[in-house]
């Protein structure tokens, strides 16, 4: 079993690129974080702020051909240094030891192999089982994520099952050589909310019985309160503000993390007449990313000169924890007066 107080992951200056016919653009620029044994970290923020290019960077699932990453990115799967891996190397570690459930199931599954087939290959692959034992691993893994009937379910195409079962099958291959890291891309974004916490109840019982570390990539704040121990706030490729989920929630440091918990619908909260709390403005263009702080456009707080002009490092906040804001909220700086128009509602 592995150590809860070591990290079983660590990234270090994490940078992402890819090659285009516009030249390097990055999408994921001096990312760091680290996952303990056994802790759910969940990686939340806007659609393309670089969660799922972090998550594939650390599986080595990006074309080669026109990926690149910084001179000082590490990615250390325990001493294991991803970046430097051969592929034979990476894949004796995909699905052993680092394993994926991606967000949506029936793009994943192979439509032309059963059910039973694709639980094989990893067991195949990752380990010794004979062939019937093989089968029996599968038909016991169904039978843990709580598929009905798993002997003919094995024999069933991925056509033939509903979404929640095919996140199910996911999982269950995900989890079959009991990995040390899960990483969840957005694993109940496609189902109704009664099968999503279902499936955040399987995970988290998952969690417990196998001590599996857990990176969940989501933009689903509720899930995030839910099943996650810490987590990190991403906007346009960069870390903005991470920490314990109870702080995050009760007491965060960036605005754009307050303006996203301000735009979640609260029971209770009288809304007629008026619009829902919104962040207004998009995320800038990675081709077009300005010189200060990325969030400057949108943010109530900005400073003509400094926000505009200057990046804010990350960098410990009002309660130690790390947050790349030049007025962190509650923290002792006088804040600008406010410019712009800010979060409405």
């Not at 990926?67 to 052993?96: C, H, P, W």
């Not at 087939?117 to 089968?135: D, F, G, M």
């Not at 790349?324 to 509650?330: N, S, T, V």
Request: charged share 25%; hydrophobic share 35%; aromatic share 6%.
């Amino acid at each position: 079993m592995t150590d809860k107080t070591e990290p079983i992951l660590r990234v270090q200056h994490l940078s992402t690129s890819f090659k285009t016919d516009r030249g390097l653009v990055t999408a994921v620029d001096d990312v760091c974080f680290e996952v303990m044994a056994g802790e759910t970290l969940g990686i939340v923020g806007e659609s393309g702020c670089g969660k799922t290019v972090t998550s594939k960077s650390v599986m080595r699932l990006l074309p080669e051909h026109i990926t690149r990453y910084g001179k000082q990115s590490k990615i250390l799967y325990k001493d294991f240094d991803i970046l430097a891996a051969g592929e034979g190397e990476m894949r004796n570690v995909r699905g052993d030891k680092i394993a994926m459930i991606f967000q949506e199931p029936m793009t994943a599954l192979n439509p032309v192999f059963t059910i039973g087939w694709q639980i094989n290959e990893a067991l195949k692959y990752h380990t010794k089982l004979n062939k019937r034992e093989r089968r029996d691993r599968a038909v016991e893994m169904l039978r843990l994520v709580e598929i009905p009937n798993p002997e003919q379910r094995i024999k069933e195409y991925p056509h033939q099952l509903s979404g929640g079962m095919r996140q199910r099958v996911m999982i269950a291959i995900a989890l079959c050589c009991e990995p040390d890291i899960l990483i969840a891309d957005e694993p109940t974004t496609a189902l109704d909310v009664t099968i999503q916490a279902q499936i955040l109840d399987l995970m988290n019982g998952l969690k417990e019985k196998f001590n599996t570390a857990i990176m969940l990539i989501t933009h689903d704040l509720g899930v995030v309160a839910t099943v996650c121990d810490r987590v990190m706030v991403m906007y346009a490729g960069r870390v903005i503000e991470s920490g314990p989920v109870h702080d995050i929630f009760h007491n965060p440091q960036h605005p754009y993390t307050q303006a996203l918990l301000g735009s979640i619908p609260k029971r209770g909260r009288k809304v007629q007449g008026a619009m829902l709390p919104t962040i207004p403005g998009i995320v800038p263009s990675l081709w077009e990313l300005p010189d200060g702080c990325r969030f400057e456009a949108r943010c109530p707080y900005t400073d003509a000169q400094r926000c505009v002009h200057e990046e804010p490092e990350l960098a410990p906040g009002p309660d130690n924890r790390p947050v790349r804001c030049h007025y962190p909220i509650g923290s002792e700086k006088e804040r600008p007066a406010k410019l712009t128009t800010g979060v409405t509602g």
